[in-house]
C-alpha cells in the first residue's frame, strides 16, 4: 500500500513556508502545473484558520468530550506548516496513518494477507526525509505512471477514479458509502450504538445520512460515526463501556 508516499516524497510540502522563506521560485514552480487557484496555499491558511464545525447530531456530552480530548482545536498549528520537513513528518505520523496502519494489521491477521506499507518503513523514510529541500521541489509524476502501468489489470472505477458526468469527483469510499452500501449503512444508524452511550443523537444522525445521500455528498465526520459503529457492533463490548466508561 503506498500510504505515507505524499508525507514522504510527495508534493505535500506546505507552500506557507516556501512563501515565509522568500523561495518565492519554488513556490512558482509548484504553482506553474496548476496554477495559483488550486495549489495549496489558500488551503493550508484555512486550515490553520478554521475551528472544526459540531455536527448538530453530537450530544452536548459529546461536544464535552470531544473538546476535552481538543478536537475544538484545529488540526495543524503554524509552527507546523511554516516548516516543509516539519510539516511532512507531522503528516506521517498523523492519527489518520496511524488508524489505517492498524486497519492494515486487522486485515492481515483476519484474511491471511499481508499488507506492506513501505513509506512507512523507518530507514526508508529517514532517508528520503534527510534529502535538501530542494531535491523534492518539483512535482514527481505519481498517479499518472501508476495509472498508465495498471491499465487492463483494475476496475475502471478503482483506477482512475473519476465521478459520473455533471457530478463532482467522488473517491471511493464515498461511492460505497453512498451506493452499494447504502442498506447497510441505514442499519447500522437506525439503532446507533453510540445513541445508547449518550454521544450522538441517532434521528438526526440517520436524517443527516440520507440528507447527505440525496445530495450524493459525504456527510463530515460519517466515515468516524461507521467505523465506531462497527467496532461496538463486532465487538460486543457495548455492556462493558456502560459498567466502565474509561
Given at each position: 500500500n503506498g500510504i505515507g508516499g505524499d508525507p514522504?516524497?510527495?508534493?505535500?510540502?506546505?507552500e506557507l513556508a516556501l512563501l515565509l522563506g522568500g523561495r518565492f521560485d519554488a513556490l512558482w514552480r509548484r504553482w506553474r502545473p496548476v496554477g495559483p487557484r488550486?495549489?495549496?496555499?489558500?488551503?493550508?491558511?484555512?486550515?490553520?484558520a478554521r475551528r472544526p464545525r459540531w455536527p448538530d447530531w453530537l450530544t452536548p456530552g459529546g461536544r464535552r468530550l470531544?473538546?476535552?480530548?481538543?478536537?475544538?482545536?484545529?488540526?495543524?498549528?503554524?509552527?507546523?506548516?511554516?516548516?516543509?520537513?516539519?510539516?511532512?513528518?507531522?503528516?506521517?505520523?498523523s492519527?489518520?496513518?496511524?488508524?489505517?496502519?492498524?486497519?492494515?494489521?486487522?486485515l492481515s491477521r483476519r484474511c491471511g494477507v499481508r499488507i506492506e506499507a513501505p513509506w512507512h518503513d523507518p530507514e526508508l523514510a529517514a532517508l528520503v526525509l534527510a534529502l535538501p529541500d530542494r531535491a523534492?521541489?518539483?512535482?514527481?509524476?505519481?498517479?499518472?505512471?501508476?495509472?498508465?502501468?495498471?491499465?487492463?489489470?483494475?476496475?475502471?472505477?478503482?483506477?482512475?477514479?473519476?465521478?459520473?458526468?455533471g457530478r463532482s469527483r467522488s473517491t471511493l469510499?464515498?461511492?460505497?458509502?453512498?451506493?452499494?452500501?447504502?442498506?447497510?449503512?441505514?442499519?447500522?444508524?437506525?439503532?446507533?450504538?453510540?445513541?445508547?452511550?449518550?454521544?450522538?443523537?441517532?434521528?438526526?444522525?440517520l436524517a443527516a445520512y440520507r440528507e447527505s445521500a440525496s445530495r450524493h455528498?459525504?456527510?463530515?465526520?460519517?466515515?468516524?460515526?461507521?467505523?465506531?459503529?462497527?467496532?461496538?457492533?463486532?465487538?460486543?463490548r457495548l455492556g462493558a463501556l456502560h459498567r466502565d466508561p474509561s
Open positions: 514522504v516524497a510527495g508534493w505535500l510540502a506546505p488550486h495549489a495549496g496555499l489558500l488551503r493550508e491558511v484555512r486550515t490553520l470531544a473538546e476535552e480530548v481538543g478536537f475544538d482545536r484545529p488540526a495543524a498549528s503554524w509552527r507546523v506548516f511554516a516548516s516543509r520537513d516539519r510539516f511532512r513528518r507531522t503528516a506521517l505520523a492519527p489518520a496513518n496511524t488508524a489505517a496502519l492498524e486497519r492494515f494489521d486487522r523534492l521541489a518539483a512535482a514527481p509524476p505519481a498517479k499518472p505512471l501508476l495509472r498508465a502501468a495498471m491499465a487492463g489489470h483494475l476496475p475502471a472505477a478503482i483506477l482512475d477514479g473519476a465521478a459520473e458526468k469510499r464515498a461511492r460505497g458509502l453512498l451506493g452499494g452500501a447504502r442498506q447497510t449503512v441505514e442499519r447500522l444508524l437506525a439503532t446507533p450504538r453510540l445513541a445508547e452511550l449518550g454521544l450522538v443523537d441517532g434521528p438526526r444522525l455528498a459525504l456527510a463530515p465526520h460519517l466515515w468516524e460515526v461507521l467505523t465506531t459503529e462497527g467496532w461496538l457492533l463486532a465487538s460486543g
